[in-house]
Each structure stands twice: as structure tokens, then as C-alpha cells.
């Protein structure tokens, strides 16, 4: 790991398995928000992954969607925007700030997923540069970032677009000198061959579901630049990241078995499984031996972790 040594935070030991915040708790908290991320900090969860996107005006922020979606976002008046969702990419950054993100539509089907998500006031889509700045504050200096790079479909079919894109989130984590506790993680392994070109210093977090499992009600479908993946040939799959110089493996929880997590951790790979909320999953999680758990609900892996003489994070040996 001395490679690379933000990997020794997302690497399972003696009774520990890693916990992440998924866009911060977005069970409980808007998501992607720095409301969020703070109250996330604040339940001792040390290891955040977040969605990074690309404003017209270059600026990096973080959200998921391409688009503004409707059961997110609120206009200046505290509307639920109308009509046609406005392309991210369309946007610069001091349009992005008008709009309200901390709460969901209930009436939306994305809404309905969340009925436990608190509903705020004011909270506005952060720049990548925002949450750096937060990291970089005293007593925050053993938080980690998943960054995950969004794949634009309409963007990233260009190799100069996709080497630009990489480039403005680069030059964000070294500006705010956090290359040796961030991971550049996303479903499309062309981006990823860029980010290792681009970013040595920073290692690859390869995403990957099969494509029996649909998209998530409300949510961007992955685009996937990597190999065609089916469940027969399913478990090449760590082998793959592997040889394309992953150093994570990072697969939808319903998808890994006993033997897929074996080969990855025998190649030397990490496994980090998404997302899981429910008691059970989260239990099957424990007991194939992953080394992370990527959760909407942070709280309830903390409870299953202890409730089974296990933590998240490693204890003080004296």
C-alpha cells in the first residue's frame, strides 16, 4: 500500500470494515450537500464518495445527474423546476446557484425512495473546490474522498473533452493538496485510463453492475466504457480491473459472491461494494468479507458493525 497510501483508509483489517458515506447519508440528508457531508463527518464516518460533474464554465461541482432533475432541485422562489430539466453542462456555475438542493419532491418517485431524507433550506450544489476546503480543516486530516467522475455520454465520446474534464478535477484535488487521500473513481474505464495518464499519484476505483440490474428510480443511468458483462462471465470481472491497473473493485452489492470477493482480495484488489441499506444485505456484506460497505444510511452499518464486535474504524492499540 505504499504506493499508494490513501488505499491503507478503504483496506479492511483485524475486526474492521470500512464504512463510506454515500453522497454524504443521502438516506437522511440531502445528498451530495455540504449539510450533508458535515453531518456525515460529524457521525465519525472518515471515507466520503460524492459525484463530480463539469459546468459550461470549466468549474467541477458535485451532484450526480446530468441534468437538473425536478425532485431536486427548487428555483429562486422555491418552486420545483418546470419543463424541460436543464442540462448540467449547459449551465455555469452562477446559474447552478440560484437553485435549492436540500430537499426532495415527496410526490416524485425518486422522492418516495427517501421519506427519512431531512428537508433544508438554502443548501446549494457545492463546488468539488467546496468540499476540499472542508477536508482541509483542522481535525479532518484522516478523511478520505471517492471521487467519482460522472460519464456525460454527450461529452465524453471526445478524447479531448474526456482529457479536459479530468484535468479541471485534477488540478482542483492537487491545488487543495489532497492527492494522497483521494481515489478517482467512476463506471467508465476509458475516464479511468485517463485519470491514471493524468494522476498517477492517485489511484483507479473501477464501479461495475451487471446489466440485468436497471438504473435506480430517479437517477442517471452508468455508462459503462469497460468490457460487456454478463452474469456467466461475471466473475472475470476482478480479474479485468485488475489488468487495467484498478486498485478497487467496486461492484453493486447484488452482484458479488464468496468467490468474486476472494479472487479480487487475492489479486490484491479492494472491495468496496454499492449501495447498501437493509439490515440483511448489509449483514451478507459482513459475512462475505468485503472490505468496504458504500451506504445511504451510515448509521445503520455503524449499529450492524458493533452489534457484531466489529468497527469501522481501527481501534487505539494502547
Known sequence: MTEFPQLAA?????????????????????????????FTLACGVKLLEFDVAITRDGVPVITHNHHLTRSVARDGSGNWIEGDEPKLSSLTWKDLAAYDVGGLDGQSAYGQRFPDQ??????????????????????????????EIKSDPDRLKNTQARAEIVAAIVDEVRTAGLTK??????????????????????????????????????EDEATQAGPVITRDSYHTLP????????????PYFLDVTADTVMRAQDLGLIVAVWTVNEANDIDRMIDLGVDAIVTDYP?????????RGLDWLPRACC
Open 239 to 250: 480479474d479485468l480491473v485488475s489488468q487495467a491497473g484498478g486498485r478497487l473493485w467496486c
Open 299 to 307: 448509521g445503520r452499518v455503524q449499529r450492524k458493525l458493533l452489534d
Open 10 to 38: 478503504f483496506q479492511r483489517g483485524h475486526g474492521v470494515i470500512r464504512l463510506v458515506g454515500h453522497r454524504g447519508a443521502r438516506g437522511v440528508m440531502p445528498e451530495n450537500t455540504m449539510q450533508g457531508f458535515e
Open 181 to 218: 487521500r483521494t481515489l478517482m473513481h467512476s463506471f467508465d474505464w476509458d475516464l479511468l485510463q485517463e485519470c491514471a495518464a493524468q494522476a498517477p499519484e492517485m489511484p483507479t476505483s473501477f464501479l461495475t453492475q451487471l446489466p440485468e440490474n436497471d438504473a435506480d428510480v430517479g
Open 118 to 147: 431531512a428537508y433544508l433550506n438554502g443548501a446549494r450544489i457545492p463546488r468539488l473546490s467546496d468540499l476540499c476546503a472542508l477536508i482541509n480543516r483542522p481535525g479532518h486530516g484522516d478523511i478520505h474522498l471517492m471521487l
